[in-house]
């Protein structure tokens, strides 16, 4: 058996706005393949946690490490794949096509025009097969789904050969109809890819038949484990302040 390598080590992070402090004192880990998702009331802080892993705000205290290697070190920025909340919902008014988005993520990757066109082209190619957006090439990106768009942007986030995708409410925008095939879309990649990810979500039982580990927060981390384990009435007490008993349908999480 291959020993597990870890991919985000976070530990006693805290973060605070001003005088209002938004994450205390958290710490967790995860391997390298992992599934992840992470729940919590609206202002427990999950969009501040994804954009602290990011390096997009640094903490006042605490340390992070991403594949082993301090946050504050790491250079390699084309590993880490953000797609942000709203993303897809944006009013994209300038013509800008699939094919040029997704390229955009070989940007960091770029060494000579030549390898652009070479290398870059192949990666931009297999990004879309994995995506299943290849008859989308030539579109506008005003012209998408919302569902459509989340997928060119993770396509961009994988041509850019991201070992980790953090994907905050990926669902927001997408119909009821187009969420299960994307949803099966996020497992094909963990699975195939062995691609990292994690996923924010305000939709607990969808989330919880999704991921391997969830992650319980509000502003500090309530639980770590798998979803069957944490989703206990004492830890949505702790959530959300009161007596809430989670019900989770159809199959067990994978």
């Known amino acids: 058996m291959s020993k597990s390598v870890t991919c985000i080590s976070v530990r006693n992070v805290s973060f605070s706005y001003g005088d209002e402090e938004v994450l205390q004192d958290i710490s967790f880990s995860l391997d390298q393949g992992e599934y992840a998702g992470i729940i919590g009331p609206n202002g427990s802080g999950k969009s501040t946690l994804v954009k602290v892993l990011t390096g997009l705000l640094t903490p006042q205290k605490g340390e992070i490490e991403l594949f082993g ?11 880490i794949g953000y ?14 096509t699939v094919n040029e988005v997704i390229a955009s993520g070989r940007v960091t990757q770029q060494k000579t025009v030549r390898h652009f066109q070479k290398e870059n082209s192949r990666a931009v190619e297999e990004a879309m097969d994995v995506c299943d957006i290849g008859p989308l090439r030539s579109r506008l990106m005003e012209e998408l789904s919302g ?19 953090i994907l905050d409410e990926p669902s927001v925008g997408i119909d009821i109809n187009s969420q299960e ?24 039982d969808v989330i919880a038949h999704e991921v391997k580990t969830l992650l319980c927060l509000n502003k500090t981390l309530i639980c770590h484990g798998k979803p069957q384990t944490v989703l206990s009435e004492k830890n949505f007490k702790q959530m959300y302040g009161r007596n809430l008993k989670a019900i989770l349908h159809g199959h067990e999480p994978h």
């Open 181 to 204: 095939l994307f949803y099966n879309f996020l497992r094909h990649v963990n699975d195939t890819l062995g691609i990292t990810i994690i996923l924010v979500s305000h939709d607990i």
């Open 69 to 79: 290697e301090s946050i504050k070190k790491f250079s390699d920025r084309h590993a």
């Open 147 to 165: 569902g459509q768009r989340q997928r060119v942007f993770i396509s961009r986030a994988l041509a850019g050969e991201s070992k980790l995708l």
């Open 83 to 96: 797609v942000p909340q709203r993303l897809s919902q944006m009013d994209l008014k300038f013509p800008v």
